[in-house]
């Protein structure tokens, strides 16, 4: 099983500010983008996505 780390990602969602926690290995946008996918669906835009690590 891979280590995860805690972290926040800021983003817009349909045009409005947002943030999620969560568990990702590497904090990429990419991977951030994913988690959001999960989360949200794919009827949603998704935007602005910023990652850094949960205090």
Do not use: W
Request: proline letters at 2%; hydrophobic letters at 40%.
């Amino acid at each position: 099983m891979a280590q995860t780390t805690k972290y926040v990602i800021k983003y817009k969602l349909n045009g409005e500010r947002r943030f999620e926690f969560a568990q990702l290995e590497k904090g990429t946008p990419e991977e951030a983008k994913a988690a959001l996918d999960a989360i949200h669906g794919q009827g949603d835009v998704i935007s602005d996505i910023s990652v850094s690590k949960a205090l």
